[in-house]
């Protein structure tokens, strides 16, 4: 049974750094594509950073390239997100996605269409 859980969100003020993690549970060996979504208020949601956790390729949304580095521990079954230089536009509700279909193809298309598992989420709040 697939389980993700996140942790690590706050409030911080804008230029401040916040990680991200998610514990996850139901995934066996092989590569899945794990990742972030974010939902601020009144907003769709949107794809911030996904990996192959197979190759450990990852992707980042143009908006948050050069701040945000998604990585995984998969001893511990951890995904991280660490977010740096945080703008107030950062804030919102950052959920953990995965898919068990073990392909890679899609991983970067942020579309949450393809992601089959979702966390409760974590708020992040950025004050300017």
């Known amino acids: 049974q697939v389980h993700l859980a996140e942790s690590g969100g706050g409030s911080v003020q804008a230029g401040g750094s916040l990680r991200l993690s998610c514990e996850h549970s139901g995934f066996y060996s092989g590569g899945y594509c794990m990742g972030w979504f974010r939902q601020a208020p009144g907003k769709e949601r949107e794809g911030v950073a996904t990996i192959y956790t197979g190759d450990g390729i990852a992707y980042l949304a143009d908006s948050v390239k050069g701040r945000f580095t998604i990585s995984q521990d998969n001893a511990k079954n951890k995904l991280f997100l660490q977010m740096t230089s945080l703008k107030p536009d950062d804030t919102a509700m950052y959920y953990c996605?995965?898919?068990?279909?073990?392909?890679?193809?899609?991983?970067?298309?942020?579309?949450?269409?393809?992601?089959?598992?979702w966390g409760q989420g974590t708020q992040v709040t950025v004050s300017s």
């Open positions: 996605a995965a898919d068990r279909r073990g392909l890679s193809y899609y991983c970067g298309y942020f579309d949450e269409a393809d992601f089959g598992y």
